[in-house]
DNA sequence: ATGAAAGCGCTAACAC
DNA sequence: GTGTTAGCGCTTTCAT
């Protein structure tokens, strides 16, 4: 019986250079220029090179290489959770530019804790990556080292941190008040919203705009119903059983869920709880996943060009690598997409008999 | 002006493992026991070198370490399709126990297309990663050279490629005759497939299922309604197109589409259609998306436990790096979830006169 | 155009 | 317990 041993894994050994300079009869200086810089060896020697690696099945080592020219051709995405629909997106942009330009990506998923940050502090200090791509709303940090003092370039994207790192991102606020726009034009007098994780930086700016939208229109934001979620569907799903715990002349006739995801959990909720979407509550989300369009009724919502931020800030760090430049950061306009879940609000009999609402009627 | 510089981006030299040796005045091994192996050190010893670690601010090079280590713990997984919402629990699962482990996650998103298989066969070959996840149903190639020849552990999960390689799946074909069983039950006689991509394994495994089931329960599948798909939103959206251009009266009552994605694409696109969801038609998925229980109606699904899948995935490759041993194959049964989108077949009067089907009425 | 040689920063024998 | 030493595999001056 072999007997399991607790060593590393051994893999054969494989091809080294020395391997190939040997068998092309020239020296491992040779065999680095012919990979690396073809124009630097003649036309025979390249071929007699060329001919020895394949012969060998030569791959130059990685951990060598980085070792010596002190990089590693690798990035780190920190992503809060990477069960969020809305990143799959984003990080298929970042994939698109950084394939493209030689780079390896490096997924760390917080899964929404703190405490999953030092680990991968101590990455970039050590060196195992050249660049960082943050999607998480704050500066990574941990055993009494922040990212940012690592020496590696670091962009922010889908959100800011507030310091002077770059990002890139939708403009939170503006969004909202898109959303307040189109609510307020439909009629609607009373809200709902639906908040993000409480010091998220998304959040902040979603919520600042919803209520200056809402003031400017001459609302008292006061008396917005105000529940708190987190991003995720259950937390939809919990803000909804908050809606319909009220009673139907208290409920809000607009909700806005500053998540696609939870605004889908919500309006599912309330529906079967026996409430009408868009007749007794217009719902709006913010995001724009592809699922959006898919639920019943669709989802009204922000759209976030995910992929396109993803590209950006890929592209951003590239540059910050090749020229030594600092990433500039960049607010994109994020549209309000229309769809079936929002409508005027419904003509109903309000107890306190204020009866000085516009008469309108959906559809 | 400063001048771009088109060079690497120049990171201030970090302390050494020489700076914390001198610091502490002890030599470069001393260091390297007081940090990896602290029982071979003196206690004092240990002391001056933490102090001095603290005090540089030292944190090991890792490509050195994984050169001199002939390790880089790494894991290279490779998805198909990162946008695939099925894999976002998947990947957590996987990063769960890689993490646990103190490996670090490297993703290779595919994107579907072959061509991007070479250069993560390099990697592998390079050393930069210490084993493989595959979730691709193809062994990964390029360049002459194929992943299986890297001589780093691979393990493949959600599908397998047929050769020796452990692979830990769900049950495709049986998670198929269960979603026959129960329309079967239900009073179906004919039958619609939105299929996976051609020559993917879990399709293969999907449609044998179906098909071995319909002919057990005494059906001729030479009639089934054969859609091809991609596993993707847009491919269900097609395949409904091609529903809603049959007749009324030669639409299958029953549609199966191989996965959630492509089953929600599919229903909300017959439903606008005018058609009743699961009045006119039962629609049954595959996979268990989350999405799956908020869409309208929610979906019937075979459900794969994803998470499940992802961990066992990683503690399998991770148990074959600690004890040399292959990876074992693992086939787990997934239970059909059943909910709103499925019921008995509409009684309606048929072009032909068969009216020897029996009468049941849905709800 | 090519070779010799000096490390990149670390760990693991091997001495003492 | 601790130091000495020899590389891991590669790139890059500096010669020639």
């Known amino acids: 019986v072999k007997k399991a041993r607790s060593a590393v894994h051994a893999r054969p050994r494989a091809a080294t250079i020395h391997d190939v300079a040997k068998r092309a009869g020239v020296s491992t200086a040779t065999v680095s220029r012919a990979l690396a810089t073809p124009d630097l060896v003649s036309d025979s020697t390249r071929g007699r090179v060329l001919a020895a690696v394949k012969a060998t099945g ?71 990556v050249d660049a960082v791509l943050l999607m998480s709303g704050r500066i990574p940090q941990g055993n009494g080292k922040v990212m940012t003092e690592a020496g590696v370039p670091i962009a922010t994207i889908c959100v800011s941190v507030g310091t002077g790192l770059a990002s890139i991102m939708v403009d939170d606020s503006a969004g909202s008040r898109h959303v307040v726009d189109h609510l307020v034009g439909l009629g609607h007098k009373s809200f709902g919203y639906v908040s993000g994780p409480q010091g998220n930086q998304n959040e902040v700016g979603r919520w600042q705009g919803f209520c200056d939208g809402l003031e400017a229109a001459g609302f008292d934001t006061g008396k917005i119903h105000y529940w708190p979620g987190d991003f995720s569907i259950p937390a939809g799903v919990e803000a909804a059983y908050a809606f319909l715990a009220l009673s139907p002349a208290a409920r809000p006739t607009a909700v806005y869920a500053v998540s696609d995801t939870m605004a889908i959990g919500f309006m599912k909720t309330v529906i079967e709880g026996g409430v009408r979407v868009p007749d007794d509550v217009s719902i709006v989300g913010f995001d724009g996943i592809e699922f959006a369009e898919f639920v019943t009724p669709t989802l009204t919502t922000i759209q976030q060009p995910r992929r396109q931020i993803g590209r950006m800030g890929a592209r951003t760090l590239i540059k910050a690598l090749n020229e030594q430049s600092k990433p500039q950061s960049i607010l994109l306009d994020a549209p309000l997409i229309v769809r079936d879940s929002t409508a005027p609000p419904p003509v109903r009999e309000n107890a306190r008999g204020r009866s000085r609402s516009p008469v309108r009627v959906a559809g």
Not at 66 to 79: D, G, H, I, K, Y
């Open 58 to 128: 030569y791959t130059p080592n990685v951990a060598a290489r980085n070792l010596r020219a002190r990089r590693s051709m690798m990035v780190l995405v920190m992503v809060p959770s990477i069960t969020n629909a809305f990143f799959a997106e984003v990080l298929r942009g970042i994939d698109d530019e950084l394939v493209a330009s030689g780079y390896g990506i490096m997924i760390a998923n917080l899964d929404n804790k703190a405490e999953r940050e030092p680990r991968y502090v101590e990455l970039a200090f050590a060196g195992q």
